[in-house]
């Protein structure tokens, strides 16, 4: 029983520090992967969400304060398309991401519900429990960041962004907040993992090893 629970201790610290180690940037500059192989559809196939898209276009219109001049205009319809071709790669990297990412997350929470679960009635795990509780709500926060820069993504690469430059440059201001409130948010969970969760569970494993050490 000892040894089952130093090895779910062992492997919890593991865990945390293996899921906390992210780089969005590592990501992006990843290639991209096959499409068929992660079950992405296609930006020609997704022509149906042509509508959508043109609504949420206009609701960040009306929200920006971003006005382009004729000049602006003009140059933003000349490159737009070149950097079109460039979103659906990354959306696609960063979908694969989000699913990876998530795995890890879940994985944790699974391992430290199992660990709390062996520790109860050994150890005061209440202070495990509200991390626990912290990592889930946390977790829910990173697939929401996720979700809004992959529309972003997907509105880049399905708008009609010569007709429409200012939607373009609005959509691509909105893309650009949205990486940045994923990047925060990553960070925001790394830090909570290494600097919170990481030395109570090692507190506790100190904890259970000298309890152990003071029993033989």
Same mark, same amino acid.
């Given at each position: 029983?000892?040894?089952?629970?130093?090895?779910?201790?062992a492997?919890? +610290? !593991?865990? +945390?520090?293996? @899921? &906390?180690? /992210?780089?969005?940037?590592?990501?992006?500059?990843?290639?991209?992967?096959?499409?068929?192989? @992660?079950?992405? *559809? %296609?930006?020609?196939?997704?022509?149906?969400?042509?509508? &959508?898209?043109? *609504?949420?276009?206009?609701?960040?219109?009306? $929200?920006?304060t971003?006005?382009?001049? &004729?000049?602006e205009?003009?140059?933003?319809? =000349?490159?737009?398309?070149?950097?079109?071709?460039? @979103?659906?790669?990354?959306?696609?990297?960063?979908? /694969? !991401?989000?699913?990876?990412?998530?795995?890890?997350?879940?994985?944790? =929470?699974? #391992?430290? =519900? %199992?660990?709390?679960?062996?520790?109860?009635?050994?150890?005061?795990?209440?202070?495990?429990?509200?991390?626990?509780?912290?990592?889930?709500?946390?977790?829910?926060? !990173?697939?929401?960041?996720?979700?809004?820069?992959k529309?972003?993504?997907?509105?880049l690469?399905?708008?009609?962004?010569t007709?429409?430059?200012?939607?373009?440059? +609005?959509?691509?201001?909105? =893309?650009?907040?949205? #990486?940045?409130?994923? @990047?925060?948010?990553?960070?925001?969970?790394? *830090?909570?993992? $290494?600097?919170?969760?990481?030395?109570?569970?090692?507190?506790?494993?100190?904890?259970?090893k $000298?309890? &152990?050490?003071?029993?033989?």
């Open positions: 029983m000892r040894g089952r629970t130093f090895g779910l201790l492997g919890a +610290v !593991f865990a +945390v520090c293996l @899921v &906390a180690n /992210t780089d969005v940037l590592a990501v992006e500059n990843a290639p991209a992967p096959d499409p068929g192989m @992660v079950g992405i *559809t %296609s930006t020609e196939e997704n022509q149906g969400d042509q509508e &959508a898209v043109r *609504t949420r276009v206009a609701e960040r219109k009306q $929200n920006a971003t006005r382009l001049t &004729a000049a205009q003009r140059r933003t319809q =000349a490159r737009c398309k070149a950097a079109q071709a460039k @979103v659906e790669p990354l959306r696609l990297k960063i979908d /694969t !991401f989000e699913a990876e990412k998530g795995r890890q997350y879940d994985g944790l =929470a699974n #391992r430290l =519900a %199992s660990l709390s679960t062996r520790l109860s009635g050994a150890a005061d795990i209440s202070q495990l429990s509200a991390q626990i509780t912290e990592l889930q709500s946390r977790v829910s926060s !990173f697939k929401v960041a996720t979700e809004n820069y529309l972003t993504l997907l509105d690469a399905l708008m009609d962004c007709a429409d430059p200012t939607g373009f440059r +609005v959509t691509l201001e909105s =893309a650009r907040k949205a #990486r940045q409130d994923l @990047v925060q948010e990553l960070q925001s969970t790394a *830090t909570f993992l $290494n600097q919170t969760l990481k030395p109570n569970v090692q507190a506790l494993q100190l904890k259970m $000298n309890g &152990a050490n003071d029993g033989a």
